[in-house]
C-alpha cells in the first residue's frame, strides 16, 4: 500500500521558519518526481515546489529564494523547509509523488501564518 505522510506543519509567526516533511511507503522513492502543493481555503490548489529523481529543483515564483525543496533517498523522505513565512503562505501543504502516469497524494499538513 502507498502511502505518502506530511508531517511539520502549524502555528508560525510572520517572519518564521518550519520544515515539512514527506515520508513514502510502498513506493521505489528514488525513481519519483516529488513535488509540493498548497491549498487555500476557497483557493486552487497551487504548485509550490519540485524535485525531479535527478534533484533538479524548481519553485513557484512567489516563494523562490525563501523556500527551499530537498529530499533524502535513504530516508524516503522529501522536505520543503520554509522561512520567513507571510501570511499569505497559509494554506494546507501537500506532497505529490510522480512516476509516468502514476500520482500519489498525501493528505496534507496545515500550515498558518499569523501574529
Known amino acids: 500500500q502507498v502511502q505518502l505522510v506530511e508531517s511539520g506543519g502549524g502555528l508560525v509567526q510572520p517572519g518564521g521558519s518550519l520544515r515539512l516533511s514527506c515520508a513514502a511507503s510502498?513506493?521505489?522513492?528514488?525513481?519519483?518526481?516529488m513535488y509540493w502543493y498548497r491549498q487555500a481555503p476557497g483557493k486552487q490548489r497551487e504548485l509550490v515546489a519540485l524535485?525531479?529523481?535527478?534533484?533538479?529543483?524548481d519553485y513557484a515564483d512567489s516563494v523562490k529564494g525563501r523556500f527551499t525543496i530537498s529530499r533524502d533517498n535513504a530516508k524516503n523522505t522529501v522536505y520543503l523547509q520554509m522561512n520567513s513565512l507571510k501570511p499569505e503562505d497559509t494554506s494546507v501543504y501537500y506532497c505529490?509523488?510522480?512516476?509516468?502516469?502514476?500520482?500519489?497524494w498525501g493528505q496534507g499538513t496545515q500550515v498558518t501564518v499569523s501574529s
Open positions: 505529490n509523488g510522480r512516476l509516468g502516469s502514476t500520482n500519489y
Open positions: 524535485i525531479t529523481r535527478r534533484d533538479s529543483t
Open positions: 510502498g513506493i521505489i522513492f528514488s525513481l519519483y518526481d
